[in-house]
């Protein structure tokens, strides 16, 4: 991997200010564990560009253009910066009544060419103080730590005359502002549509594995994802797959039928075209959650949504004449005293 270019910028929206750092020789090192992070991470969402016009990618792209005018790289690296500046003061502002606040950190900007192929790293990454160990003297810096990145943005820039650009974006939190009003990216595929391949994408392979051959695990499974879907404003899929499938405890199916299926569903996101991570939108798949069983002639069991504890809330026996039953729990007084019945 060669640097081509990189620049520091501390991001003080408290301060109104954009404090330029000098770049120590380790800095090379850790751009490097960046760019490695964003592509080996299966959080990681894909955009585009919608210009070559737009102020970020236009600085980039003189950036890129004239690699060797380091003047020309520090003065576009203030001008990004001032940007992301004035876009988190205005960020602070509307969310300050809600008693949250924009994690504070310092920019780093890099140009770097990987295997033939150049890319433009921005990274948000924690900054703090701290005292120096030799002297005791206070000054500022950035963690090394991989868990103290706030947000990063990897843009291919191979052809610096096109007019569009793909870009890997990573966020720790559901923070619009940063693609969408300072880098001005467009999702290559909305939460909805995210939402909805992801939840298809799911149920056809747990229908394909297990529904003919272990029901009640598919049916377990099923439910808690909806529970997962339902529940979790920033999605992510490798996590819920953890919760849902590596955790659970299997019924009808073998453990290796059961590592069998997690590695279809790790497949599923580059197979069916979605993103890992994503603001989920149960509303688009509201109607798919619904599921309907016919127990007896006439008679429809329906579950409209997820279930706590499905597995205890209905449950099958078989008496020794072998008839079959199923044993619903009652929460509505009125339903259970229509079916009872007196000896």
Known sequence: MRIIMQAVRVIDYEGGRVLARAVIPELGEYI??????????????????????????KRILAIKRDPENSQLAMQEADKIAERLLQKETAVQERIAPMNVRVQKGSLILALVEEEGETVFLLAKVEHTDFFDEMDYSLKSGFSKDEKKIWKTCLLEMDDAYTSMFSAKIYSNTDAKYWWHDFLELVECESDENNTKKAFQSVESALNKSLKKTAPYDCM????????????????????????????????????????????????????????????????????????????????????????????????????????????????????????????
Request: neutral net charge; aromatic residues 12%; hydrophobic residues 35%.
């Open 220 to 343: 377990v499974i099923r439910n808690a994802m909806y529970a997962y879907f339902n529940s979790a404003g920033q999605f992510d899929f490798m996590e819920m797959l953890d919760r849902t499938i590596t955790k659970y405890k299997p019924n009808d199916m073998t453990e290796e039928e059961k590592d069998n299926l997690l590695q279809k569903l790790q497949n599923l996101p580059k197979e069916k075209g979605f993103d890992c991570r994503f603001i989920s939108k149960p509303a688009v798949i509201k109607p798919k959650m619904r599921k309907t069983y016919d127990v007896y002639n006439n008679i429809q069991l329906k579950i409209l949504g997820e279930i706590d504890d499905l597995g205890d809330v209905v449950q099958s026996f078989e008496e020794k004449d072998g008839t079959r039953y199923l044993k619903i729990q009652v929460n509505n007084d009125d339903v259970f005293r229509t079916f009872k019945r007196r000896a």
């Open 32 to 57: 490097e564990q960046l760019v490695s992070y964003i592509y080996a991470n299966t959080s990681v969402r894909e955009y585009h560009t919608q210009s070559a016009g737009t102020e970020v990618v």
